[in-house]
């Protein structure tokens, strides 16, 4: 007699019909602990499931292949992909049940890649990439809330949500895809630490020799290490977080050009006017201008 994977919604409850919910929240013991840890393999046939493990592991069984995790360690599974696990009685963490094809339909306009994202089953640890589990925690949060709550908009707000969280898992992704078999590496490590100080310090105009100092590494190591991994230098990537600031608050404050130079700490604003255009091909007062007009009703990108 040939075996008959079972068809959840969640794990010991028969599945309904895609439309009936948009996401569910749970803690992974809530599901675990009356099966003793132990997930038969099953699947969702509407649902995605993403988990986060904050504490403990075990054992993870995705179609045909099993994985041993540990802490902290991202898992994806796509709707009706056959999953099961065998988790250690210390494991927690977030546990997001989603309708797989709103998320695809939003996916679709909004960042169309994410698509490949929603549907490849995914285990990704998180060793030594404390930002992305900063990150990661807050969407988790916020998503638990809108679970609980009963309010106008909450399917809408959960979803929203859930692409925030899809995101990060991109760029998780992206990240360890670029360090290859190393991906949990020391050297993907310094580069997640490496884009953190610039986010705290590109405001200060930090020269590279400073982020070098502060990650134990030469100046030259850490443009090699961004090339490897990024495909770009080191300073193409402070540069470029300079320019999305700029660009950010050009558009959303009406501060001066001025203000603006000395938000990003720039002496003046010439200086900082000659490092934009360099970079976008306008000046600051160009690109505000250009872009408000594009962005007004009825402006160039909108559709008539």
């Not at 990150?135 to 988790?140: G, K, S, W």
């Not at 290859?180 to 630490?193: D, V």
């Not at 959303?252 to 000395?262: E, G, L, M, P």
Request: net charge neutral; charged share 20%.
């Amino acid at each position: 007699m040939s075996r008959i994977i079972p068809n959840y919604a969640l794990y010991g409850d028969q599945d309904p019909p895609g439309w009936e919910a948009g996401f569910d929240f749970e803690w992974i013991p809530q599901r675990s602990v009356p099966y003793n840890f132990d997930i038969k393999p099953h699947t969702h046939g509407a649902f995605l499931q993403i988990l986060l493990l904050q504490r403990g592991g075990g054992e993870v069984f995705i179609d045909h292949s099993r994985t041993e995790v540990q802490a902290p360690c991202l898992l994806l599974v796509p709707a009706q992909t056959v999953h099961g696990f065998h988790f250690t009685p210390d494991v927690d963490g977030p546990v997001v049940t989603a309708a797989q094809r709103p998320l695809e339909s939003l996916a679709a306009v909004v960042m169309p890649e994410l698509l490949q994202t929603l549907r490849r089953p995914a285990v990704l640890s998180l060793q030594g990439q404390e930002r992305a589990l900063d990150n990661l925690m807050p969407l988790f949060l916020a998503v638990e809330r809108e679970a609980r709550a009963c309010a106008l908009g909450q399917v809408a707000a959960g979803l929203s949500l859930l692409m925030a969280v899809l995101v990060q898992i991109a760029r998780v992704q992206q990240l360890q895809q670029g360090a290859g078999p190393h991906a949990n590496s020391r050297k993907a490590q310094q580069i997640e630490r490496f884009r953190s100080l610039v986010d705290a310090h590109f405001r200060q105009r930090w020269p590279l020799q400073a982020y070098a100092e502060h990650l134990g590494i030469s100046p030259g190591q850490l443009t090699r290490l961004c090339r490897e991994l990024l495909g770009h230098s080191s300073l193409e990537v402070i540069n470029a977080r300079i320019v999305h600031e700029a660009q950010r608050e050009l558009v959303y404050t009406r501060n001066s050009i001025k203000q603006v130079a000395d938000h990003l700490g720039f002496v003046d604003e010439a200086y900082f006017t000659r490092f934009f255009r360099k970079h976008t091909g306008q000046t600051p007062r160009e690109f505000r201008t250009r872009t408000l007009e594009a962005m007004a009703p009825g402006g160039a990108g909108e559709s008539p």
